[in-house]
């Protein structure tokens, strides 16, 4: 549905009103008010290259049902599966159109201090700890109208917080679950890894109702402490009517390091940021993205990595597969600031396209202040290598199923990289589903 | 099983233009294996590719069948279905694809569906045919061909041969790159296939390779069809004399053909 992004349905009393039942603590309210002022003001992004005009995203419910889960078995087959084994199932957020509806934490984890919990509880439980990071030094409320309109309307969002020296093996795992035709999903999430921790987190994003006309507004912020380690794994899974908005970004610190993995699965239109500032010296991160475009599917993802600190590296591997009539931008940005010497930022795009009639575009951008660094960037468009399919096709696979070989390898570098099985197989579930 | 039959009858062939195969005959039958041998760019290679379908060959004239069937109306995909297989002297690397779910995706195209090899089965005999090639288990899980070392992709063909089980295998030149204890353990590999329900083509350069794997008959391609046949005492005579003394005794003047490369 295509409507203006003018005038916003909601005003300071409104959101008082909403603010208060939820309880949340004063500094928060004030900082929704004034976010609602900004989001009036500011102007949309503007990414480079796709036409966001007339996309839906202020046309929603903002306040929507929810229910708790009792048990795990009264989930729907297609959430129950994602969630996986039962060791895993021990850390585990699920949050049903915005709110919380199942939780659990194990023993061990809590009694080390970690805390995992929706923002709500959060704010209520651990309001301090949560505004020294919300907002803080990775994402900015004023950077446009949906930053400021997400500060605004936060209906939904997830805390997690590991503290000093805690190392944690097991993945904690968060399901983001709509199933409302005009949900509005806005959802900040928090990561913190504070000093010299280590944690593997995975998000999915599921909504399950396709007649509707949905919004998905998204900030996610990651903190890496001092030789902190982050592994972080998600995977988007928007239907079609969900206009989504999409914005992680992380602030890396002395030696520390995060791994991105991401499926980018949406059906709907999606503007996606991911950002990643190396501010410490010494830190690294390794970024790998994967996405299908199919059917009339827009889609924008700009990739930036920011290089502050001395001796940082960065890879970055972002694989598109474009299908049908859909559109995609991949812009790659690796800027290495003045000082950063001794850093090394490295990015690869590849956009695979099965189809006369799609579009990709992969634009590298290197961005150098500082003489002693090492910077490197490829970038490719291009079809099915013609002597790949004989081959595969020599050995008795049709055409169809080669090719389809032929993408799942191509989006096996994050697919092989997420460290919950139940998630890997829905992953290459989705992608078996789109390609087919 | 009935004996397969792979009847070649006067082929041509041609890329870009450029005519290689001229007129090349040539019958395979289950429990035979013919050798090809040649000098360098006398079209060998370019009928292995031609007849598995490759898409950068034309066929210009001529008639292949494959058990009776037409094999040039096939597509690559149901000429392996229908049982032919080439091993192939530059395989591709797919990136991302593991060599044991290439291989089951390969074996269950040629099943079909609803009749899917058990996995455990399928395990098994890829154990048992990667412990006859002296391959590593590791070998399942890489990347099909991707960073493998040239005896590594040829092995790898020979493993693929042993797991899909075809009728008629054409191996364009497996012996090229590979040293005396490859080459010994790529024939244990080809030995173990032969039956009546197995015929093959080995195209070659040297006859080093028919040492280990003994030829029925041998014959001698240049100038794109085949200019002498016998049996492995005509492998001798060419590793003895070279191609030279042939050329000369039939009358062939060097000539300018390329062999290109799949």
Redesign the interface.
């Known amino acids: 549905m295509a409507t203006e992004t003018k005038g916003l349905h909601y005003d300071a009393s409104y959101i008082e009103k909403f603010s208060s039942s939820r309880g949340e603590p004063a500094w928060f309210t004030e900082m929704r008010k004034q976010a609602l002022a900004l989001a009036e003001e500011l102007p949309l992004p503007q990414p480079e290259k796709t036409r966001i005009i007339g996309w839906n995203f202020t046309e929603f419910e903002h306040e929507l049902e929810s229910k708790a889960v009792d048990s795990l078995n009264d989930l729907p087959e297609y959430i129950h599966r994602l969630i996986g084994k039962e060791e895993q199932a021990g850390n585990l957020l699920l949050i049903h159109n915005g709110r919380l509806a199942y939780q659990s934490l194990s023993d061990d984890l809590k009694s080390k201090g970690v805390i995992f919990t929706d923002l709500e509880t959060a704010l209520r439980e651990h309001g301090d700890l949560v505004k020294k990071y919300y907002f803080a030094k990775a994402a900015k409320l004023d950077a446009n109208k949906l930053t400021a309109l997400n500060a605004a309307l936060v209906n939904s969002g997830l805390f997690l917080y590991v503290p000093k020296n805690v190392e944690i093996e097991v993945p904690l795992q968060t399901v983001f679950w709509q199933d409302h035709p005009d949900a509005g999903l806005i959802n900040h999430v928090i990561v913190v890894a504070d000093d010299n921790s280590s944690i593997t987190y995975v998000e999915n994003y599921l909504s399950t109702e396709h007649e509707g006309s949905q919004v998905a507004n998204i900030i996610t912020e990651v903190y890496v402490g001092d030789n902190a380690t982050v592994r972080f794994g998600g995977v988007d899974q928007f239907t079609k009517d969900v206009t989504t908005y999409i914005n992680r970004r992380s602030y890396v610190g002395a030696n520390g390091r995060l791994e991105w993995a991401l499926g980018q699965m949406n059906d709907g239109n999606t503007l996606s940021e991911t950002f990643t500032s190396l501010v410490g010296d010494g830190g690294v991160t390794d970024m790998k993205a994967v996405s299908i475009g199919h059917g009339e599917q827009r889609q924008n993802f700009e990739n930036r990595i920011h290089h502050f600190g001395r001796n940082t590296e960065s890879d970055m591997l972002i694989h598109g597969v474009q299908l049908d009539k859909a559109q995609s931008i991949f812009n790659a940005i690796t800027k290495i600031e003045h000082g950063a010497s001794k850093s090394d930022g490295e990015q690869t795009q590849r956009v695979l396209m099965l189809s006369e009639g799609a579009r990709g575009d992969a634009n590298p951008i290197l961005l150098i202040d500082e003489n002693d660094v090492i910077a490197g960037h490829a970038a490719s468009v291009g079809r099915i290598?013609?002597?790949?399919l004989?081959?595969?096709?020599?050995?008795?696979?049709?055409?169809k199923?080669?090719e389809r070989?032929?993408v799942?390898?191509?989006?096996?570098?994050v697919v092989?990289q997420l460290p919950i099985e139940g998630v890997k197989d829905q992953l290459t579930e989705v992608i078996e589903g789109k390609v087919k | 099983m009935a004996q397969p039959t792979l009847k070649i009858e006067d082929l041509h062939v041609s890329i870009e233009g450029k005519e290689i195969v001229k007129g090349f005959s040539l019958e395979i039958k289950g429990g035979e294996i013919h050798a090809v041998m040649g000098p360098n760019g006398t079209g060998k290679s370019t009928l292995a590719s031609a007849l598995?379908?490759?898409?950068k060959y034309e066929i210009t004239g001529g008639k292949v069948t494959f058990d009776g069937q037409d094999l040039l109306e096939m597509?690559?995909?149901e000429?392996?279905?229908a049982g032919l297989?080439?091993a192939?002297q530059y395989?591709?690397e797919?990136?991302?694809?593991t060599n044991a779910?290439?291989l089951r995706?390969?074996i269950n195209?040629?099943r079909g569906e609803g009749n899917e090899i058990p996995v455990m089965q399928f395990i098994k005999k890829l154990d048992e045919k990667m412990k006859l090639l002296d391959i590593d288990e590791e070998f399942a899980n890489r990347?099909?061909n991707e960073g493998f070392s040239g005896g590594e992709k040829k092995r790898n063909e020979i493993l693929?041969l042993m797991m899909?089980e075809p009728k008629i295998a054409i191996l364009d030149e497996i012996d090229s790159g590979l040293d005396i204890d490859a080459l010994k353990i790529v024939a244990k590999g080809v030995n173990a296939m032969r039956s009546p329900e197995f015929g093959c083509l080995i195209i070659t350069h040297y006859q080093r390779l028919l040492n280990y794997i003994k030829p029925d008959k041998v014959h001698v391609m240049m100038q794109g069809r085949i200019v002498k046949s016998g049996g492995p005492e005509l492998a001798e005579r060419l590793e003895a004399e070279g191609y030279d003394g042939l050329k000369k005794e039939l009358g062939i003047e060097d000539d300018e053909v390329v062999e290109q490369e799949?």
């Open positions: 290598d013609p002597i790949h004989y081959y595969l096709m020599s050995r008795g696979i049709s055409r199923d080669a070989l032929i799942h390898g191509f989006l096996n570098p092989s | 598995m379908g490759h898409p597509e690559v995909d000429r392996a279905r297989f080439l192939m395989p591709s797919i990136s991302g694809v779910d290439f995706t390969a195209a040629r990347y099909l693929q899909l799949a």
